[in-house]
Structures are given as structure tokens and as C-alpha cells.
């Protein structure tokens, strides 16, 4: 059977003052059944772009090229439109976003907008609706979803919002469920208990999870691959095991430096120099290459190859490159 | 942050002129509700040469000059004022919600040439145009008054809209109900125009205020309701010969256009207050 879900070369076009900007070019990713997938990078590196992507939903002015593909199923995403592309979103890939309080109508109670959600991919009468919102609430974790049900979202904690927006996202019981930094603006306790809960979730129901994060550390134990992300392009894409055991490009490399741990003094940690650089700032050759500690003078000028590793694994880099050789 | 429309509501009522403009309004829709079976038939002619009488223990109000009870035509004459407000602002508040929601959604040239429209409506006096529309009639219609009022009405509620919906449509909340499959219409219909109900409750509210008032200019004018359908802008017409020799068949249809043109604005003012945190 054929992956899940098969991006090639998905590249974002938006107008700039002279040309283009690129902020997603050629990412290719695939996700089988019941995987997580970890796209990780630093703000501004167009992991959220490539979320969107894959529902259509790039903001104007913002244009898929043509030549990118998205395969859900084996149907081209980017070509759908109106009803066919409205049936995917919800229906087919659900979606949470960070900031629960304002991803919620504020309007309207929790059990309105779940219903609605689910009576727009699910034919059932008003009632059985409101009893699969309330089950769903239950699935979700929360500890007293008849009273959620009746909530506004301004009522609730974040915890129990951004749970709501979790079941929200399963209504239209998708087979794929993107979390854009779902769990963010959580405290740690409750980010682990929610990030818990999609685990079990993509357990019983067998769905997949693209988990869109910008914190290596939530990675660890939750993602079976992960793919890193910079300026645009993927980096380096490994199993979770490898990444960590030995991560291959400078890039992933520099950010397991930034990260504290335990054992080591406080004043070890390397951040890294200077910003990821805007689209508009994007040359020829690595894109790393000003940041990169290990660069060499060809990294300014040629553009890197994708070096494979292992199978499922690779790095954007002229390191592996040239030692190969 | 308002919650509900419930506690917005509640929050008007604690405001005095909200309790007093409500309290009122309260009262002369319950006399409305109540005239028909306790009061005269407005047409009823008892005694014609009879003519206008003041007021007494059997007409508390006086009778016009046609000898019918003034208090009987007044109470009457608020349930078609207050039915013909009442339509004509739902006419409108629709309208100017369906013209904003598009406008603000779709933006670039339907937003550019709707809002030009406005624009342009706007700049011509209300009364004018709803005279030009009347004159077609040699006897107007009620239905012909209400869509008339309410055609005319709905240019500042669709900006109002628009404006909210400018506001909303970049929230993370229409790109997540987008992102679940959610038509354009109901995205519209259901997300985002909910919050604009407080504003269209202030705007509704003021606008049957300004439409009893058209109504009762029009039929003094006699552009309005047509007799023999009491109406309070067609009795102080009747009344204007009248107004020294007999001035109560004046006073009664004038003081009740003053008061709830009055009460409706106070009700206005205490909602727009609950509106906003500041005052709370």
C-alpha cells in the first residue's frame, strides 16, 4: 500500500518587492498510517507554511507551485478545490494550532462548535451529534465534558481549551492530524499530559500525527521519525533513535548544543549566532552556511546535496558529501 | 470581554436609563398588546356632531373630532408604529449584514464597489429618497412603508459589519473553522457575525427610534399610514386644526411619539454603555 501522505517538492511563491519570496522550497516529506513525523525548526523556517499547505489553506498572496505535489491517498491536494478540497479539511486532515483561546469562536459554547464540526463531515441527527461531542470530549481527556460541552471557550483553563480544540480537530475523524506547536503556550505538566493524550489517540484510532514543533526535547519519545527544518528547506530527516544518537548535519547539531540538560553546567550552552536568515536574504549555496561553524568554502557558493544516511534518512550537506568520496 | 448577549443585556438593565427607556417600552408594548379587547374600536364614530371632547372619566385621552377615543387610537396606533419600526430595522439590520459580510470577506473590488455604493447612499438624505419611492403609490401599502424604511436604513449597519469582519477575519479561529472544512457562508453566517451582536443590537435598537420618528414624519405628512389605520403622526395631522380649540387630541399621539422615540434611545444608550468595559 502507498504512503499516507507524499509531499515532492512543495515550494511556497510569495510576491516580494523584487520577484519572489521562497519561504518553503522543495520540502518533500512522507507519513505512513498511524506515524508521527516531527517537522522541526526555529520560527520562520516555514514549518507552519507546510502545514497549511497540505489543507490548502496558504494565505494570500501566497502560491503552491505548480510543480509541487501533495498526495493524500494518492490524490493531488493542491489541485482540489471547493467542496472536494472543504471534504479533505476536517474530513480527511485535522488540524490544531497554538493558541487554543483565540482557535476558538468566541461566541460560540465548545459543544456548538464541536457539533458543528462534526455534523459537517458526519450525517446524524442533532442528537446523536450531541452525544458523539460529548464522548468525543470524554476521549479528548476531559475530566467533566457534559459541563465543556456548555462552556464558552473563555471559561475554560488552557489545558482543557486546547483539548477542545483537539477533539474539534478528530471530529471529522481524519486520518492525519498536523499539531502546529499544539502544545506551546502549555505549562510542561499539562504539555505532557495533552501530548499524551494525541499519542493514545493516534494509538486507538490509527492516525497519523504530524507533530510541527520548534522544541527538539518534546520530540524525544513521541515521534517514530523527525524531519528538521531551516530557512525553507529540510535539513536533515532521520528516525528519532539516529537523530539523537547522532545527529547528522551541522544545523541539528548546533541545536542539541542549545539545548540544557542536567548534567552539564548552565554556561555550556552554545547558542547559535546570529538569525535565521529571511526569505529574501537566501543565496546560493547552504542556506546554514553563515551560521555554520563547520563550513567549508564550496557551502557559500554550490547548493548541497540531499545526502542519504540510512534508509529514511538523510542530510542536506557537502560534509557526508565529500567524505564519501 | 462581553460573554453573552444575555450579559449584555443584564448589564443594560442595571444602567438607569436602560431600566427607565426598558421599563417604559415595556409598558406601552404591553398597552399595544392589550388594546383590542379592552379598549374602543379605533373606528368606531359614536356621535359624530359631537365632535372633539376632553378628557373625562369615559375617555381619559378626550376624543378626536370625529368623536373617537384618543387613548383607544393611540394605544392602536403603537402596534402598527412599533410593528412597522420593528419590520423595517429587521429589513435593514439584514441587509447591512449581508452587504458588510461580503464586503469585508471577499475585500478587493466587491468590498471597493459595495463600499462606494454606501458611500454614495449615504451622501443622499434619507427623507428624500423615501419621499421619491412613496410618490409611486396613490395609496400606500403598509408592506410598501416597511420596505421602504427598511431599504433605505441598512448603509451604516453594513459598514458597521464589514468593519468587524475586518477585524476578525486574520483571528487564528476563522483560519482553524476554515481549516475543519467550513464553507465561506458559514464561516460568515456563524463565526464571524456573531460578534458583531452586540454593536447590531446598539444599531437596532437607535434605528426603531429613528424609523418611528420617519414614520410618524411621514404620516403628518400623509406620505404614511393611511387612515382610516390610526397612527401617531397621522393624528397629530388630523389635529392640527384643532390644535388650540381642542389641544389634547394633539398632546396624547405627540407625547407618546416623544416617548418611546425617547425610551428607545435610552435603552440605545445603556447598551452601547454595557458595551463597553470601560464603564462597567
Not at chain 2, 476578525?168 to 460568515?188: I, N, Q, S
Not at chain 2, 437596532?204 to 429613528?210: M, S
Amino acid at each position: 500500500m502507498s504512503s499516507l501522505l507524499e509531499v515532492h517538492d512543495l515550494t511556497i511563491r510569495f510576491p516580494a518587492l523584487s520577484g519572489y519570496a521562497v519561504p518553503v522550497s522543495a520540502v518533500s516529506l512522507r507519513l505512513e498510517r498511524g506515524e508521527t513525523l516531527a517537522l522541526v525548526g526555529e520560527s520562520g523556517s516555514g514549518k507552519t507554511l507546510t502545514g497549511l499547505a497540505l489543507l490548502g489553506l496558504v494565505p494570500h498572496p501566497g502560491r503552491v507551485d505548480s510543480t509541487s505535489r501533495v498526495l493524500l491517498d494518492g490524490v493531488d491536494v493542491t489541485r482540489l478545490t471547493g467542496d472536494a478540497l472543504r471534504a479533505i479539511r476536517g474530513g480527511r486532515i485535522g488540524i490544531v494550532f497554538q493558541d487554543a483561546l483565540t482557535s476558538l469562536t468566541p461566541v460560540l459554547t465548545v459543544g456548538n462548535q464541536l457539533r458543528e464540526a462534526i455534523t459537517a463531515h458526519r450525517r446524524m441527527s442533532a442528537q446523536a451529534a450531541r452525544d458523539a461531542a460529548v464522548a468525543l470530549l470524554g476521549e479528548v481527556g476531559l475530566p467533566d465534558p457534559a459541563s465543556t460541552y456548555g462552556a464558552y471557550p473563555h471559561e475554560l483553563s488552557g489545558g482543557q481549551r486546547q483539548r477542545a480544540l483537539i477533539a474539534i480537530a478528530l471530529a471529522g475523524e481524519p486520518d492525519l492530524l498536523i499539531a502546529d506547536e499544539a502544545t506551546t503556550a502549555l505549562d510542561v505538566t499539562v504539555q505532557a499530559q495533552v501530548l499524551e493524550t494525541l499519542d493514545r489517540l493516534r494509538a486507538t484510532r490509527g492516525m497519523a500525527i504530524l507533530l510541527i514543533t520548534h522544541d527538539l526535547g518534546l520530540v524525544a519519545g513521541r515521534a517514530d521519525r523527525v524531519a528538521v527544518m531551516y530557512a525553507g528547506q529540510i535539513v536533515e530527516e532521520a528516525s528519532t533513535a539516529s537523530l539523537f544518537a547522532a545527529p547528522a548535519h551541522p544545523y541539528t547539531r548546533a541545536l542539541f548544543r542549545a539545548i540544557p540538560r542536567l548534567e552539564n553546567p548552565v554556561d555550556q550552552l552554545i547558542p547559535i549566532q546570529g538569525n535565521v536568515p529571511l526569505p529574501e536574504e537566501w543565496h546560493v549555496g547552504c542556506r546554514f552556511q553563515p551560521r555554520c561553524g563547520e563550513a567549508l568554502d564550496r557551502c557559500a557558493t554550490l547548493d548541497p546535496p540531499v545526502v542519504p544516511l540510512a534508509p529514511g534518512a538523510s542530510s542536506r550537506c557537502w560534509l557526508p558529501a565529500l567524505r564519501d568520496q | 470581554m462581553i460573554g453573552s448577549l444575555g450579559e449584555l443585556l443584564r448589564r443594560a438593565w442595571r444602567h438607569p436609563s436602560g431600566r427607565w427607556g426598558g421599563g417604559v417600552l415595556l409598558l406601552i408594548g404591553i398597552a399595544a398588546l392589550l388594546a383590542p379587547p379592552f379598549l374602543q374600536d379605533p373606528a368606531a364614530m359614536r356621535d359624530v356632531v359631537a365632535g372633539a371632547t376632553g378628557p373625562s372619566l369615559a375617555h381619559p385621552f378626550g376624543t378626536d373630532a370625529l368623536n373617537r377615543d384618543i387613548l383607544s387610537r393611540v394605544a392602536n396606533g403603537a402596534r402598527v408604529s412599533l410593528a412597522v419600526a420593528g419590520l423595517a430595522v429587521v429589513l435593514s439590520l439584514s441587509v447591512g449584514s449581508a452587504v458588510g459580510l461580503i464586503a469585508g470577506y471577499a475585500g478587493g473590488w466587491v468590498d471597493a464597489v459595495l463600499m462606494r455604493t454606501v458611500d454614495a447612499a449615504l451622501a443622499i438624505p434619507r427623507l428624500f429618497v423615501i419621499l421619491l419611492l412613496l410618490v409611486v403609490w396613490e395609496r400606500i401599502p403598509l408592506v410598501a412603508l416597511i420596505l421602504v424604511l427598511g431599504t433605505t436604513g441598512w448603509f451604516a449597519t453594513s459598514r458597521l459589519v464589514r468593519g468587524e469582519v475586518l477585524r476578525l477575519r486574520h483571528e487564528p479561529f476563522v483560519l482553524a473553522v476554515e481549516g475543519l472544512g467550513a464553507t465561506p457562508r458559514r464561516t460568515l453566517v456563524r463565526h464571524l457575525l456573531p460578534n458583531a451582536a452586540g454593536p447590531l443590537l446598539v444599531a437596532a435598537t437607535l434605528g426603531v427610534g429613528d424609523v418611528i420618528l420617519l414614520e410618524a414624519g411621514l404620516s403628518f405628512l400623509g406620505l404614511g399610514i393611511q387612515p382610516p389605520t390610526p397612527s401617531w403622526g397621522g393624528m397629530v395631522l388630523d389635529a392640527r386644526p384643532l390644535i388650540v380649540s381642542a389641544p389634547w387630541t394633539a398632546l396624547f399621539p405627540g407625547a407618546a411619539i416623544v416617548l418611546t422615540v425617547l425610551s428607545v434611545n435610552l435603552v440605545g444608550d445603556a447598551l452601547q454603555a454595557a458595551l463597553d468595559p470601560r464603564s462597567a
